[in-house]
């Protein structure tokens, strides 16, 4: 089996609506041979089983893992870069269709299922909608109404989810909203594969570790290998133009990176921070720099006449830096000193006792 989808997350927060998007091509071929390659902004992965060995690379952490394979589609759909058997956020329901039960697996937790009727999808393809509502989200399946009942796309609306937890994240949440929509096409039954369709070859730079999920917060959390060496070279355009070249500072100032995108709710937060503490910065003598990770520049330049940023932004749309810099969650803060090197490389929100205790040690 093979097929291509597109997976678009919309996320209205604080009145800012933004979109975040992934495309995936999957491979199949039982009874445990797969290929998902995913190409996303700053957490891209692929994930490949030849029937023996499991890999799985992230590129932003320029890592990847070798693990044994699963002994079956059940144990690979479980797997939590695939959704761990999930149907909302970041799963593909492709993924749950190929389970020994995909009926049971799709159906678990709904309450309720409605057959919309058929609709015209892109212009020209009838398709079947259905809606299904469950405790935690409500979502919708459209099949190919004519010929084979393939899915073509789904959509699944999370707000349930994010109203149970608006306690946690606190009230400035209560109101966000995510629709997670993917589509499909060029589905293939039983058509012949290419010869390396399950090989994996690691990107150049790329490392092997024993505990990549670590690097994305589902284990112990390693010191960023950057610490203490000689930052990789800036060179990005600026959103108000012309360009930034970090060897221009060397000597002159402490730079600090801010790695943010705009449907990332927590950079809001640190923005916040930063832009309270800019002037004190300033003043130091301390360059602040916002490097959106992953976003057009339209995008960009639509939140920032929003909220305007007192500092520069700097546009980053392939995720490039983010790259160099082995970026795994947003926001992250990176200081590199007057001498070029990385200083401090903090992942998550930084309150600013912590930002000013860290530019001491950078010499601020």
């Known amino acids: 089996m093979q097929v291509d989808s597109l997976q678009t997350m919309q996320v ?3 009145g800012i609506k933004q979109e975040l998007e992934t495309r995936r091509s999957i491979i199949v071929e039982r009874p445990n041979r797969i290929a998902v390659r995913t190409s996303t902004n700053v957490m891209g992965f692929d994930l490949v089983c030849d029937g023996k060995e499991l890999f799985t690379a992230i590129a ?6 070798v693990g044994p394979a699963p002994q079956g589609l059940d144990e690979l759909a479980s797997n939590p870069l695939l959704g761990g058997g999930s149907t909302g956020m970041q799963a593909s329901i492709a993924m749950q269709l190929l389970v020994d039960d995909p009926y049971a697996q799709v159906m678990k937790g709904v309450q309720k299922t409605e057959l919309v009727g058929t609709e015209t999808l892109d212009g020209n393809v009838r398709a079947t909608h259905l809606k299904f509502v469950q405790d935690d989200s409500d979502w919708d399946l459209w099949t190919a109404a004519e010929g084979d009942p393939d899915v073509l796309k789904v959509s699944a609306d999370m707000s349930k989810t994010l109203a149970k937890t608006a306690e946690q994240l606190g009230d400035k949440f209560k109101n966000m909203q995510m629709v997670v929509t993917e589509v499909f096409q060029n589905w293939k039954f039983n058509a012949p594969l290419e010869a390396n369709a399950f090989v994996f070859t690691p990107a150049e730079g790329m490392q092997k570790t024993d505990d990549l999920l670590g690097g994305l917060g589902g284990g112990a959390q390693e010191p960023s290998p950057l610490l203490g060496k000689p930052a990789p070279a800036i060179k990005l355009a600026l959103l108000d133009g012309g360009d930034f070249e970090l060897a221009e500072h060397a000597d002159k100032s402490i730079v600090m990176v801010d790695f943010w995108a705009t449907w990332c709710g927590p950079c809001h937060e640190q923005t916040k921070v930063l832009k309270g503490l800019y002037p ?35 546009l980053d749309p392939r995720d490039s830096l983010s790259t160099q810099f082995q970026v795994s969650v947003l926001p992250t803060l990176v200081v590199i000193d007057r001498h070029g090197k990385v200083m401090a490389f903090e992942e998550g929100l930084v309150d600013g006792d912590s930002l000013r205790e860290t530019l001491k040690r950078a010499g601020a």
Do not use: C, H
């Open 12 to 14: 209205t927060a604080q």
């Open 60 to 65: 932003a952490l320029k890592k990847y893992s």
């Open 280 to 314: 004190e910065l300033r003043e130091g003598g301390v360059t602040l720099l916002a490097v959106n990770s992953g976003e057009d520049e339209e995008t960009v330049r639509s939140f920032a006449a929003r909220s305007p940023f007192p500092y520069p932004v700097l």
